[in-house]
C-alpha cells in the first residue's frame, strides 16, 4: 500500500501540475456501455453478470466509454431548455479530466498483466488540434521524470490510425473491417509479417495484395517511407504526425518520441493519433497508451461528434519497471515519535500525543 500511495501522489501530482481535474464513477457499468464500441477482446474480457434487477452489468474494464458517458451527460445538463446544443456545448467544453480507476479484465495473467490494476486516465476533451495529444504527451512524460526515468529508459512511440483507415479505404475495405484490422495489425511485434498478413486474408477476408499494403504502410521506417506508401489521400494526417513532432521540439519532449506507424491500438473506438509508452530495453510489455477518439460520444448520443483524446496508465508494469531500475522509494514503516506512558501519567500522555499530532 505505501507504493501504491506514493504512485498515486505522483499520478495526482503531475495532472494537477498540468491542470487536469479529479473525477471519478462507480465500479459497476451498464454491460452495453462496452458493448457498443469498445471492441470485441475487452467485451469478452469483461466480468460482466446479472444483478438483482436482471440488469446486464460489468465491473468496468477501462475508464473511457465511462467517461463519455460522464461527459454526455454533462452537456445534455447543460443544454436543458436550449435549443442550440452547440453553443451550449462550448459552454461545458473544453475539459482537463483525470482518474486513478481500479480495473478487472479476465486475461492470461503474466508479468506486468494483472486481472483487477488500477490506471491512471487523463482526457482532454473538446479540442481537435494536435495541441492536445501533445499536452497530455507532456503529461505522461513529466510524469517519468518526476520518478526517475529518462528518455533512454522510455520511449513512446507515435502514428496516426487514419492514415491505416484511408489506406483501406483507397482499397475498397469498408469501415466494419477496419476495427478488425487494426486489431490483428496491433500485434505485428509479436507474430510477425507472415502471420498478420494470413490473418487477414483468412479472417478478415481482405484481398492478399490489400493485405500485404497493410503491412508495408505500417511498418515504414519513417514519417518519409510513411508518406509515400500512404499516398496522396492521408497527405493530412501525416501532416498532422509532422507537426506533433515538431511541436514537441518546443515542448522539450522530442527526445521520448519515436514515429512507429505499427502503433495503432487494440481498441475500436481509436480515430487519429495513437501512442505506446514503451521500455527502450525491451523487457516489459507497454506501459502505457492512449489516443484520439472523436466519434465515440456520437455513439452514445451526442447531437454531434465531440472531439476526445486521452491516455490510460496502469500500474502493474511501471511498478515492474521502476523496480528493475531501482527507482522505487524506500518507505519504511515506523512511527516517528514514540511517547511512554506511566499508568499514572496516561493524561499527560495523550496531551503529549495530541500536540504531536
Not at 22 to 51: C, H, S, T, W
Not at 193 to 203: A, G, H, L, P, S
Not at 341 to 356: D, F, I, R
Request: hydrophobic share 40%.
Amino acid at each position: 500500500m505505501r507504493i501504491r500511495n506514493w504512485l498515486f501522489r505522483q499520478w495526482r501530482s503531475v495532472s494537477t501540475q498540468y491542470g487536469f481535474s479529479e473525477y471519478d464513477a462507480p465500479v459497476l457499468e451498464n454491460e452495453d456501455l462496452y458493448k457498443r464500441k469498445a471492441g470485441e477482446e475487452i467485451v469478452e474480457q469483461m466480468y460482466n453478470f446479472v444483478d438483482k434487477e436482471d440488469h446486464r452489468v460489468t465491473l468496468r474494464p477501462e475508464m473511457t466509454p465511462t467517461l463519455a458517458r460522464m461527459v454526455l451527460s454533462r452537456v445534455r445538463m447543460s443544454a436543458e431548455g436550449s435549443h442550440n446544443a452547440t453553443a451550449q456545448m462550448a459552454e461545458v467544453l473544453p475539459l482537463k479530466w483525470f482518474s486513478i480507476p481500479q480495473c478487472w479484465r479476465f486475461e492470461t495473467t503474466q508479468r506486468g498483466r494483472k486481472r483487477e490494476h488500477y490506471q491512471w486516465n487523463c482526457d482532454i476533451v473538446g479540442i481537435s488540434d494536435i495541441t492536445a495529444e501533445l499536452e497530455l504527451l507532456a503529461t505522461m512524460v513529466g510524469f517519468f521524470k518526476r520518478v526517475g526515468l529518462t528518455s533512454a529508459d522510455v520511449g513512446i512511440k507515435v502514428n496516426s490510425r487514419a492514415i491505416l483507415q484511408s489506406v483501406l479505404k483507397a482499397s475498397g475495405v469498408g469501415a466494419d473491417e477496419f476495427a478488425k484490422v487494426c486489431v490483428v495489425v496491433d500485434k505485428i511485434d509479436k507474430v510477425g509479417r507472415e502471420e498478420v498478413v494470413r490473418q487477414m486474408v483468412e479472417d478478415i477476408t481482405l484481398q492478399i495484395g490489400v493485405a500485404e499494403r497493410v503491412v508495408d504502410v505500417t511498418t515504414a521506417a519513417s514519417i518519409e517511407e510513411f508518406k509515400t506508401l500512404a499516398g496522396e489521400n492521408c497527405t493530412e494526417d501525416v501532416a498532422d504526425v509532422e507537426r506533433l513532432f515538431e511541436f514537441a521540439k518546443n515542448y522539450g519532449i522530442a527526445d521520448w518520441l519515436v514515429f512507429d506507424a505499427s502503433v495503432v491500438r487494440g481498441l475500436a473506438y481509436y480515430t487519429g493519433i495513437v501512442w505506446e509508452a514503451f521500455d527502450r530495453k525491451g523487457e516489459l510489455r507497454a506501459i502505457a497508451g492512449g489516443g484520439r477518439y472523436d466519434r465515440l460520444l456520437s455513439l452514445y448520443g451526442a447531437p454531434s461528434e465531440i472531439p476526445c483524446v486521452g491516455f490510460g496508465f496502469g500500474d502493474c508494469v511501471i511498478y515492474e519497471l521502476l523496480l528493475e531500475r531501482g527507482l522505487l522509494p524506500d518507505i519504511p514503516h515506523r512511527v516517528d515519535f514514540v511517547v511512554a506512558a506511566y499508568k499514572g501519567m496516561y493524561g499527560q500522555a495523550l496531551e503529549v500525543a495530541a500536540g504531536l499530532r
